[in-house]
């Protein structure tokens, strides 16, 4: 008999929540697993001829540099690798698996998977950076013209791409901050950097490590960055600001330029943090707004895979009295052909080895290709429309808020405040999120300390459609209702998944009981059991 | 879960405590706002409160037959409704229990070497502990009095129950001091908060279980203390350095191997001590001949700096100090604590509190500022 698959699916037109259950395995370590004298591989014996021709190969390596003890790497067969890390792999929440919007700030958007394609090409898989520069000829090339294009969109005058990371750009943009005022013989003097509480953390950060002092702006009343305060923080001593907007709470600081002006006028340079960039893209430009140094994550806003998905990509960007001072080399144009400009006196040298990472750049370069000028503004406008969309059905969830800046529209993300129903139900923000992932979905709360109270960051991107969105806000919902009528059911989970929750931090605070490689995992229970 | 071998649980029911909050009386200290609070038909919820925290703490930790507490309602009534077999300690007189029983039965149970104090009350109970205690016992509040401004208790009673089997088993080793305020009542009930720092008594740490400072664990904070306190040292000058109350002032002086007068001002010069909780005719008559710095950190949850908790520090003091020689010290996480509220003073002189309300530079780490707001009010 034929039935209506909609009724299973569907409640009063809306769709039923997802039934989900993860794998959970109870996989060993792999150093676990390992049995003396297994191999992957059988490599059959070198014929006569052969061995007598290469000799002992061993000895063409200098005596201190050979291995006095052979390495304690397990020993398996080839399937056992294969079902050990399948299996892991289902125990995981891939960002092509589940609904990402729940880890806002990191702009977790869809990676075209032609993209890939590209980057697995022989013509820039099998690449060398060592290589003559004439016979890769392709790939400057598009470093070449992918720089065009982020001058275009931020209004820069030229950018590097050597950082691999959106950390490591915004640490290039501060050793050029410290490099412009040594050459103006202020180093000294300038000793300190500007921020705010809700800019990307790493702008604090990259300053600390380059030797600033850093001094950290609250929000007003009005939830935007404190100009009264920065009145009060600028003097002779500031290198710089380093600042983020839209911030991470997603509301976008409309006084911007006054910021930079009052910064420039103690002679102090600004660096626009553009990792969040996705809501302004095409809208709005860094040098425009009066900033001297930006930075872009590839990984985020141009659509290349994040984190474990491979590296990253950061660029970083200047003004045109800045440019000198950029990590050597950058790529240039000789009318003829492209080739690494090593001659850079003024250089602050490299932030690492060679000039970027290469498949990255392509498959960023092919992102915005496809899309055009206009496809770019239209990600931005999507992304703020999706998230616009989000913040108006997150705040009909009871015991949900939206701090700072209320009732005004946010960019591509929301920090949201769960402190009601934390107040009235005893379920944090943490709860919800290991329960989320019962629902098989990824959710997170923000960096630490907590500013805005039981927190949740969400950013849809412009990847998700209004039906995932929905999906997303249902399953929070579902959790919140659950809050009310049963909050153990959700402060002891997960239970659909394999996440497990700590019950006890205290050991996490002891180096002496915990361990991250197998190595320091036997050398502490060895001292353990002494 | 099971609780480790020769574990002893004191157990201390303030059967007043949060007797006036329902009626309005803003606080239930002292047998005549008891009296009122009953006349205006107070029932005490305190009973329920203490017995759901036994309750919480039997079903995550099993037996427990080394339970000691008061008689009657001071504990042996609760404690029994519980199915608990306590051992009964001192006396009092039925319905007419006061600070005194509260002090008596915390100074016996420490006597009786109890691993852990279970009360509870409000913040007058809490400063009855650790007036007679201090901080050498482990304390934890379960939440029953009207005024709940210290950072002693759980975040309810279910909380301070499931804290107290945690920490009785052993599942929680990890103590830490915390803040015992109160306010003066009867200047509450005259519409003035003047909450106060009265001392510390020390607690278990769980980060979800107890309304702490939101710091994210005690090694933390403890490293961010020390940070805090060693900018401080780095940078200081001849002048003297006049050093105001607290645990966030504390390591400025352990970092230099000084005893800090926790609820006191010390006055140090050229990494030693110049003057030992001193009081403000003795910073008075140092001030005559020296120049000096004041070190100051906000209240946490309150944001005072000056006015509160640190009086020897006076406007006439302020006013020879200098406002430009204020150095203000916090956590982020204490000015987190605050909301987005700006820091208080109430110095008792309009002049220095107007001149002291402006954004100023706290430190909140090494090379680490916060530009932040401060009000007069």
Known sequence: ?530 | MAFSNQRTLGFIVNPVAGLGGRVGLKGSDGPIIQQRARELGAVPEVFDRAAEALRVLKTSAGDLDKLVTCPGEMGEITAVGCGFSPLIIGDICQGMTTAENTKEAAQEMLALGVDLILFAGGDGTARDICEAVGDSVPTIGIPAGVKIHSAVFGINPASAGKLAAQYLSDEIQTLRNAEVMDIDEAAYRQGIISPGLFGYLRIPYHRRLVQTRKSPNPVSEKATLNAIALDIIDHMDESYYIIGPGTTTRPILTNLGLNKTLIGVDVICKRKIAIADANETSLLELLENHLAKVVVTPIGGQGFIFGRGNQQISPKVLGKIGLDNIIVISTPEKILSLGGRPLLVDTGDFEIDQALSRHIKIVTGYGERIVYPVSGG
């Open chain 1, 1 to 530: 008999m034929t039935q209506d698959i909609m009724k299973f699916r569907y409640t009063d037109g809306k769709p039923n929540l997802r039934r989900f259950h993860q794998a959970r395995w109870d996989e060993p370590i792999i150093f676990e697993l390992s049995q003396q004298g297994q191999r992957g591989v059988l490599l059959p014996e070198a014929e006569s001829e052969i061995k007598e021709i290469v000799g002992d190969i061993l000895s063409t390596i200098p005596e201190t540099m050979r291995r006095k003890q052979l390495p304690a790497l397990p020993e398996m067969s080839q399937a056992q690798v294969l079902r050990h890390y399948l299996r892991l792999s289902q125990e995981n929440l891939g960002a092509d698996l589940n609904v990402d919007i729940g880890q806002g700030t990191c702009t977790m958007k869809y990676n075209p998977k032609v993209n890939e394609q590209l980057a697995r090409l022989p013509g820039i898989a099998e690449i060398h950076p060592l290589q003559d520069e004439d016979t890769v000829q392709g790939i400057l090339e598009i470093m070449y013209q992918f720089e065009q294009m982020l001058k275009e969109i931020s209004g820069m005058a030229r950018f590097s791409f050597q950082s691999q990371a959106g950390s490591q750009a915004i640490y290039t943009c501060t050793a050029i901050m410290r490099a412009y005022h040594q050459v103006n013989g202020e180093a000294d003097q300038r000793d300190e950097v500007i921020t705010t509480i809700f800019s990307h953390p790493s702008n604090a950060a990259c300053a600390k490590v380059a030797g600033y002092k850093v001094i950290t702006l609250y929000p007003d009343e009005d939830g935007y960055p404190d100009f009264n305060a920065l009145k009060e923080a600028v003097s002779e001593r500031t290198a710089g600001l380093m600042i983020t907007n839209p911030e991470d709470t997603g509301i976008y600081n409309p006084n911007i330029t006054k910021f930079v002006k009052v910064v420039h006028d103690v002679g102090g340079l600004c660096f626009y943090d553009q990792a969040n960039a996705n809501g302004i893209l095409g809208i709005t430009r860094a040098r425009d707004a009066g900033f001297d140094m930006c930075h872009f994550n590839l990984h985020k806003t141009f659509a290349t895979p994040h984190g474990c998905g491979g590296p990253g990509g950061g660029a970083a960007g200047v003004s045109e009295e800045l440019a000198k001072f950029l990590p050597v080399p950058v790529v240039g144009w000789d009318g003829k052909k492209y080739f690494l400009d090593h001659n850079r006196p003024d250089s602050i040298g490299k932030i690492r080895s060679f000039y970027g990472v290469a498949p990255v750049i392509l498959k960023a370069y092919a992102w915005v290709m496809s899309l055009g000028a206009d496809g770019l503004r239209e990600v931005a406008e999507i992304a703020v429309l999706n998230n616009n969309y989000l913040l108006k059905k997150m705040l009909e969830i009871p015991g949900v808020s939206a701090p700072y800046a209320e009732g005004k529209p946010r960019k591509e993300q929301v920090r949201y405040s769960w402190q009601a129903l934390y107040e009235e139900t005893g379920v944090s923000s943490e709860d919800i999120g290991l329960r989320a992932a019962d629902f098989g979905l990824h959710y997170w709360t923000s960096h630490h300390p907590f500013v805005v109270p039981e927190p949740n960051t969400l950013e849809p991107t412009e990847s998700y459609t209004k039906a995932e969105i929905d999906e997303y806000v249902a399953v929070l919902r579902q959790i919140a209702d659950e809050a009310r009528t049963n909050p153990e059911f959700v402060k002891t989970a997960p239970h659909n998944s394999t996440v497990h929750r700590i019950v006890n931090h205290d050991p996490l605070d002891k180096p002496e009981q915990w361990a991250v490689t197998w190595r320091a995992y036997r050398r502490k229970l060895k001292q353990h059991e002494a």
